[in-house]
């Protein structure tokens, strides 16, 4: 089942290419807004399913491209992001070891919107495409063998990243929760439509070219080993978002009026556009193409505020 909010954040299930509006059969779960509805949802799936399931089998819907797509969790209680958790195509001897960090949830926004590059003093804006779980129930501590369990669905995930940052010491926090940085949508597909999360194409398009192209399988530290570790640090709550991390090699600067795209498999399509009030530019290569030419993988600005001086 694939799950998104439209419109006015009506409550949806795709189906081919129209969306049956379901809000009617979960209005009454307690909820100050969308975030807390579908968080509640989540939470009790499995007693609305049926339901769920019996009118989108009767209703034939609407055309889902006429629909302004929201994004379909407004309001994670958290969001959890692996840190440096691919093996590079290989390229890594070993894996790093397990690491993560919390992204502000305050910074999600949804198809067609913007990316908001701030007035800040960084080297690059990047954006790491990722496939992300949605947690399904309340994981405290639980084991690898159980970790699956705990996982609801999956969603596109765009990780925005503000790299240079300064000082050196105070990095994750500064370059990772700024307003817009974490992109999400179109839908949530549930987790039974998912045969093998580790083995998913992950592909980001920056203005029709073909930028980051690798495999779930590439992970170092796989799914129930990052739910395990998380959840040993902090409980996950239904409605809540673990990124599951990028290969970088792929990585490239976001300027003004990009088009970005991600696509991991199964998961549909999410489109931004990028917005830059002070115009800056970059070079358009990417880590891969730096580093065979003998550079540092991160981009340093050529032109605009905060450009390095000659």
Request: glycine share 8%; charged share 25%.
């Amino acid at each position: 089942m694939k799950i998104l909010y439209f419109n006015d954040f009506r409550l949806g299930i795709l189906k081919g290419d129209h969306v049956v509006d379901v809000t009617s059969l979960v209005e009454n779960i307690p909820h100050s807004g969308p975030g807390d509805l579908i968080n509640g949802v989540i939470e009790h799936f499995d007693d609305f399913r049926p339901r769920i399931e019996a009118l989108v089998a009767k209703e034939s819907g609407v055309p889902y491209a006429g629909l302004r797509i929201r994004p379909p969790l407004p309001k994670p209680t958290t969001i959890d992001c692996m840190a440096v958790n691919y093996m590079e195509d290989g390229t890594k001897s070993e894996p790093a070891p397990i690491n993560a960090f919390l992204k502000s949830p305050t910074a999600i926004i949804g198809p067609g919107e913007k990316m908001v590059l701030p007035d800040m003093a960084a080297s690059v804006f990047e954006g790491e495409a990722e496939l992300a779980l949605v947690i399904g129930k309340r994981a405290s501590r639980v084991s690898q063998a159980d970790a699956m369990k705990h996982v609801f669905g999956y969603v596109n995930f765009i990780d925005g990243s503000a790299r240079g940052v300064k000082p050196d010491t105070n990095v994750f926090y500064q370059m990772k929760s700024r307003q817009t940085f974490a992109p999400i949508g179109p839908y949530i597909v549930t987790a039974d439509e998912i045969k093998d999360p580790q083995e998913l194409k992950v592909q980001l398009w920056v203005n029709g070219n073909l930028r980051q192209n690798f495999n779930t399988n590439d992970m170092a530290h796989k799914i129930p080993r990052c739910i395990e570790w998380v959840s040993h640090i902090h409980d996950l709550l239904p409605g809540d978002i673990l990124a599951t991390g990028t290969n970088h090699r792929g990585l490239n600067a976001f300027q003004h009026n990009d088009k970005v795209e991600l696509e991991v498999e199964g998961m549909g399509r999410l489109e931004i556009t990028v917005h830059d009030d002070l115009h800056r530019t970059w070079t358009r290569d990417t880590r891969l193409e730096r580093e065979q030419k003998g550079l540092s993988v991160i981009n340093d600005q050529l032109t605009g505020k905060y450009a390095p001086t000659k």
